[in-house]
């Protein structure tokens, strides 16, 4: 029996063999998933029932099992039609998160286009989809290195 929170077989797999800088992607319901990711990454589908989990329950556990250097999220466009909201209330959840499990630099938007390009690196290792039902709720993280 394991002692983690993180109790999912595969992503658990993944995770032991992501290495420093490997991407991981975790991604609300409406992510392009199977058309917008690295050419190595494996596609974990979380979808239980509208909004559930969430992104954040996900990086929550994620952030529970290993060190991660850089949370970013999906920067919105400055003409999109969400712009004029200000930043997406999720993104204030990703920062408590990153900072309790101590991520040392802050969450960051990176421009969309930007984002999508990061995703297709061939460092992205794995995508959780989740059924989170918040926009712009995207994280991309940079996976750190244990230390002494």
């Known amino acids: 029996m394991l ?3 993180l109790l999912h077989p595969e992503i658990l797999r993944i995770c032991a063999r992501a290495g420093h800088h490997a991407k991981i992607l975790i991604a609300d319901g409406n992510y392009p998933a199977s058309t917008k990711r690295g050419a190595s990454a494996e596609v974990v589908c979380l979808q239980l029932t509208p909004g559930v989990p969430t992104v954040a329950q996900v990086l929550s ?3 529970s099992v290993m060190p991660i250097d850089v949370v970013n999220t999906m920067g919105i466009p400055a003409d999109d039609p969400y712009a004029k909201f200000g930043e997406p209330p999720a ?3 990703f920062r ?3 900072k309790e499990s101590g991520v040392a630099d802050s969450v960051e938007p990176i421009s969309k286009w930007d984002f999508y390009k990061a995703v297709e690196s061939p460092d992205h290792v794995l995508t959780i989809q989740t ?3 918040a926009l712009w709720a995207n994280v ?3 996976v750190g290195c244990r230390t002494a």
Do not use: M, S
């Open 96 to 98: 408590a998160l990153a």
């Open 91 to 93: 993104w204030k959840e």
């Open 3 to 5: 002692k983690t929170t």
């Open 140 to 142: 991309l993280l940079t």
């Open 131 to 133: 059924a989170d039902q």
């Open 61 to 63: 556990a994620i952030l």
